[in-house]
């Protein structure tokens, strides 16, 4: 049982290891992406001078190559509806993302990458595996192993 007197516990647990894990993590794909020669530079700048957050990272990490409806981004982003929509709305404005019909339904609209959105997403890719292989080095190939098993178990349950 865990002492009352003794709140070590609140530093060291393991959501919050994660949480300083995600973002060290997610610090790290920002900063490989505002260096990638590849990245259109108004980006490129814009992750350099820490404008671009983790936040705008969800729609990297989960628009569709050929694009998504906002309900299903936010869904798959855990956000409410507004939130990724103001996201999406920076993102447009930045020239990530666009808008567009969707052929499925003539109601609705579709959040789709421009050309600059899909450099980004191939940056992102590309910084992902860096930083992924900067952590294997970091802790070792046995323990990246482990903690990835466990985390996708996890995750999955």
Partial sequence: ????????????????????????????????????????????????????????VHITRHLARDGSRLTELAQRAGMTKQAMGTLVDQCEAWGLVTRGPDPLDARARRVLFTADGLAWHEAFRKAVAQAESEFRASVGDDIATVVTIGLETYAAA
């Fill in 1 to 56: 049982m865990i002492s009352a007197l003794n709140d070590d516990w609140r530093q060291t647990h393991l959501g919050r290891l994660l949480g300083h894990a995600l973002r060290r993590f997610d610090e790290r794909v920002l900063a490989l992406m505002a260096h990638d020669v590849d990245v259109p530079l108004a980006l490129s700048n814009l992750a350099a001078r820490q404008q671009v957050s983790a936040a705008h």
